[in-house]
């Protein structure tokens, strides 16, 4: 059964740092696809980041790219999206999104598996 739960959203300040981390579990994450998407209020979801892990592939939004990274723990069977420079615009619900199989490229990848969600709020 393919679980993912997301942890480490919250509030911070515009310029500050959260770190978001997604454990997995009921796969083999080394042979799949991991994407970060996040949905703010009234508007369509979007993918922030994603990761083929067995491919070593990355892809980050292009009003993210620079600022995020995202980025894999093997011993964990976790992947992690490090936010740095938050801007108010990056709030929004934060999901993990899974793609249990392999992918040269993550965004050609077919996420069919989500988490709860984490809430990231950026306001002074």
């Known amino acids: 059964q393919v679980q993912l739960a997301e942890s480490g959203g919250g509030l911070v300040q515009p310029g500050g740092s959260l770190r978001l981390s997604c454990a997995t579990s009921g796969f083999i994450i080394n042979y799949s696809a991991i994407a970060w998407f996040r949905q703010a209020p009234g508007k369509e979801r979007e993918r922030v980041s994603c990761?083929?892990?067995?491919?070593?592939?990355?892809n980050y939004l292009d009003s993210v790219r620079g600022r995020f990274i995202i980025s894999k723990d093997d011993a964990k069977d976790t992947v992690y999206l490090q936010m740095n420079d938050l801007k108010p615009e990056d709030t929004a619900v934060y999901y993990c999104?899974?793609?249990?199989?392999?992918?040269?490229?993550?965004?050609?990848?077919?996420?069919?598996?989500w988490g709860q969600g984490t809430q990231v709020t950026v306001s002074s």
């Open positions: 999104a899974a793609a249990p199989e392999f992918f040269r490229y993550c965004a050609g990848a077919q996420y069919n598996y």
């Open positions: 990761l083929s892990i067995g491919a070593e592939d990355r």
